[in-house]
């Protein structure tokens, strides 16, 4: 998969999270600010990526905490929310 690839499902899974979080503000009070990372419950190479992605925010050691963010589909719990770090 190309980087430009995973930019765009990034993209496409962002926004459904950001829509999620503004119709459940309680998660946001819940995981508080951080920075998402986005996973696929379907799509190994997205993950994959995004596992590497994980690893690079790590190492600058800038960023506030991380969570990792893995839509289920489920249509009660569409969500499931992880601290990575």
């Avoid at 994980?54 to 289920?72: C, G, H, M, N, Y």
């Amino acid at each position: 998969m190309s980087k430009k690839d995973q930019f765009q499902k990034n993209l496409r899974l962002s926004a459904k999270l950001a829509d999620y979080i503004a119709n459940h503000p309680s998660l946001f009070k819940k995981h508080g600010e951080g920075s998402y990372v986005v996973f696929s419950k379907t799509d190994n190479s997205l993950n994959e990526m995004n596992e590497n992605l994980l690893k690079d925010i790590k190492k600058e050691k800038k960023s506030k905490k991380v969570i990792k963010a893995t839509f289920t589909g489920h249509k009660n719990n569409p969500w499931k929310f992880e601290f990575a770090y």
